[in-house]
């Protein structure tokens, strides 16, 4: 009996039938991870932490001319105490004033100062601060 050599590798058992050749499989793979990386990170980057608000208490009150500003709390502690705070305001006249915030910088619990001495009927008054993160909020903003 002669064997055939054709014959003797058998069907299917020994012979190398690929789809894809591995070089080409390891750069699918790549890609694929490549893929799946920058939709996680696109959809992770959406997510923020949480944060609170920041929020100033204070006390206002009028003595005939003069209104007086008491900052009563400043919160999260963390923001205290505020890089600087603007006071705006217009007289009876319609002239506009600005408190400077290199006077009212670094103001803290317990600040008080007087917004005006002028004639008691003063048009708005429009307090904004400057908190440590950059970001600004009017936290007063009434006709005085």
Same mark, same amino acid.
């Given at each position: 009996?002669?064997?055939?050599?054709?014959?003797?590798?058998?069907?299917?058992?020994?012979?190398?039938?690929?789809? &894809?050749?591995?070089?080409?499989?390891? !750069?699918?793979?790549?890609?694929? =991870? &490549?893929?799946?990386a920058a939709i996680v990170s696109s959809w992770s980057s959406g997510i923020k932490a949480?944060?609170? #608000?920041?929020? &100033?208490?204070?006390? !206002?009150?009028?003595?005939? @001319?003069?209104?007086?500003?008491? !900052? =009563?709390? !400043? @919160? #999260?502690?963390?923001?205290?105490?505020?890089?600087?705070?603007?006071?705006?305001?217009?007289?009876?006249?319609?002239?506009?004033?600005?408190?400077?915030? =290199?006077?009212?910088?670094?103001? @803290?619990?317990?600040? %008080?100062?007087?917004?005006? =001495?002028?004639?008691?009927?003063?048009? #708005?008054?429009?307090?904004?601060?400057?908190?440590? @993160?950059? %970001?600004?909020?009017?936290?007063?903003?009434?006709?005085?």
């Amino acid at each position: 009996m002669k064997i055939n050599k054709s014959n003797s590798k058998g069907v299917g058992f020994l012979k190398e039938e690929r789809g &894809v050749s591995p070089v080409i499989a390891v !750069i699918l793979m790549v890609a694929i =991870t &490549v893929v799946m990386a920058a939709i996680v990170s696109s959809w992770s980057s959406g997510i923020k932490a949480p944060t609170t #608000p920041t929020t &100033v208490g204070m006390d !206002i009150s009028r003595n005939n @001319d003069t209104l007086t500003l008491v !900052i =009563t709390a !400043i @919160d #999260p502690a963390s923001s205290a105490p505020l890089p600087t705070m603007n006071i705006s305001y217009m007289n009876w006249s319609g002239t506009a004033f600005v408190k400077n915030n =290199t006077l009212l910088s670094n103001v @803290d619990v317990g600040f %008080s100062t007087n917004i005006l =001495t002028q004639n008691a009927s003063v048009k #708005p008054v429009v307090i904004t601060v400057t908190f440590k @993160d950059g %970001s600004k909020k009017v936290i007063y903003s009434r006709e005085a």
